[in-house]
Nanobody, 119 residues
């Protein structure tokens, strides 16, 4: 089974950038689709971005499209989320997630990293 640990969160001013990292251990990294989700206080968890292994394709939530970029480094077993043009509404705990390819449920989660964007 894969274990996930996020890092890179912090406090940034609106318009700034941050890069989140997710380190994977255990399992075979390329066997898992990878994704980022976020959850703001009092709100439901929101999909941010995903990479699908079988197609190599990426998909983004509407609220981050054009500003965030998801990527992976298979050799390092790492996933990244480059976040540009940050807005106060991007403030949330960001989670990385994994699921076995060709399955539907995101079964593996990190502990989360806090991103706070000040206005």
């Amino acid at each position: 089974q894969v274990q996930l640990v996020e890092s890179g969160g912090g406090l940034v001013q609106a318009g700034g950038s941050l890069r989140l990292s997710c380190a994977a251990s255990g399992g075979t990294f390329s066997d898992y689709d990878m994704a980022w989700f976020r959850q703001a206080p009092g709100k439901e968890r929101e999909f941010v971005a995903t990479i699908t292994r079988t197609t190599g394709g990426t998909r983004y939530g509407d609220s981050v499209k054009g500003r965030f970029t998801i990527s992976t480094d298979n050799a390092k077993k790492m996933m990244y989320l480059q976040m540009n043009s940050l807005k106060p509404e991007d403030t949330a705990v960001y989670y990385c997630a994994a699921r076995m390819i060709l399955t539907a449920l995101w079964n593996y989660w990190g502990q989360g990293t806090q991103v706070t964007v000040s206005s």
